[in-house]
Nanobody, 127 residues
Framework: QVQLVESGGGSVQAGGSLRLSCAASARTFTNYAMGWFRQAPGKEREFVAGISRSGRDTYYADSVKGRFTISRDNAKNTVFLQMNSLKTEDTAIYYC????????????????????WGQGTQVTVSS
């Protein structure tokens, strides 16, 4: 069982930055590929960024490529999402997710493949 707790959300003006953190309780954090997703009111949950177990491989949604960076600190059981040049359309609840993977290089994109989810953290970007 893995418990995930997100933090770092808040309100920011367009063009600003936020850094989200997700702390995992997993005994062996390095066994899990990690991902960030978001859900805006009235919309489906969508993939934002993913990172492999090793941290060497990452993948981003086109809408955030070049602005967001996912990273992980395996020694601290934490995954991060650095969000720069924020836009009003980035407003959403952001969720962290974890999925056991045997491959150290695989990035998981499909939300239905993830077994563990955090409670979410609100990000609001105003114009």
């Amino acid at each position: 069982q893995v418990q995930l707790v997100e933090s770092g959300g808040g309100s920011v003006q367009a063009g600003g930055s936020l850094r989200l953190s997700c702390a995992a309780s997993a005994r062996t954090f390095t066994n899990y590929a990690m991902g960030w997703f978001r859900q805006a009111p009235g919309k489906e949950r969508e993939f934002v960024a993913g990172i492999s177990r090793s941290g060497r491989d990452t993948y981003y949604a086109d809408s955030v490529k070049g602005r967001f960076t996912i990273s992980r600190d395996n020694a601290k059981n934490t995954v991060f999402l650095q969000m720069n040049s924020l836009k009003t359309e980035d407003t959403a609840i952001y969720y962290c997710a974890a999925e056991f993977r045997t491959s150290t290089r695989e990035v998981v994109v499909d939300p239905y493949d993830y077994d563990y989810w955090g409670q979410g953290t609100q990000v609001t970007v105003s114009s």
